[in-house]
């Protein structure tokens, strides 16, 4: 973990934070080993303990804001492969989530908003994210900045090239849905 990651995980009292199992307590171990994961199937695990926890069939609970965090922070130091794209895939989805129904019940009805700002404000790791050796990194990367970039004419310029220059199946998929509106 960098520095950074560490720091934002220390910073935050886990277990006082609402998730699916209750509490955000097995969070920073999880955060701990997705950043250490050598392995797809040791990146997959650690990212299933995330998602599971901090949103789940895309509705979000309270532990999503600071997750989405120490998410973002790791990113700047995600060596490519499957860390890279356990992390691209957490942050897309966490980006579409809405909150869920407890949440809103307990007034928590901004959570949605407050992580697409939070994503919104780390554009250009996704515009990087573009230029990733993985598809599947690149496809999430395209489904977030659609969500966060409130730039059309960047966005327009910035995709219509990537549509040009990767024929992935997922890439030009999303590209198709984004471009008819359906994202």
């Given amino acids: 973990m960098n520095i950074v990651t560490r720091t934002l995980v220390a910073s ?9 199992s ?3 307590t097995g969070l920073v171990r999880a955060f701990e080993d997705l950043s ?15 998602d599971n926890e901090v ?15 120490v998410l973002l922070s790791m990113a700047p130091t995600a060596p490519p492969g499957p860390v890279r ?5 957490l942050v897309q989805q966490i980006t579409f989530g809405q909150p869920r129904g407890s949440e809103i019940e307990l007034g928590n009805t901004d959570l949605a908003t407050r992580c697409l700002a939070l994503a919104s404000e780390a554009t250009w790791i996704f515009y990087g994210w573009l230029t990733d050796d993985d598809s599947d990194v ?13 730039n059309e004419a960047r966005k327009g310029i910035v995709f219509a090239a990537c549509r040009a220059a990767d024929s992935t199946p997922g890439v030009q998929r999303s590209l198709s849905e984004i471009e008819r509106g359906l994202l």
């Fill in 138 to 150: 690149r496809e999430c990367a395209l489904l977030t900045l659609q969500k966060v970039d409130s």
């Fill in 55 to 69: 949103i789940v069939q895309g509705e979000l609970y309270e532990a999503a804001v600071p997750a989405l965090e």
């Fill in 85 to 89: 794209r356990s992390l691209a895939e």
């Fill in 36 to 50: 250490t994961a050598a392995s797809e199937e040791s990146s997959r695990n650690a990212y299933w303990r995330i």
């Fill in 12 to 20: 935050v009292d886990w277990a006082a934070l609402r998730t699916d």
């Fill in 22 to 24: 209750g509490s955000g």
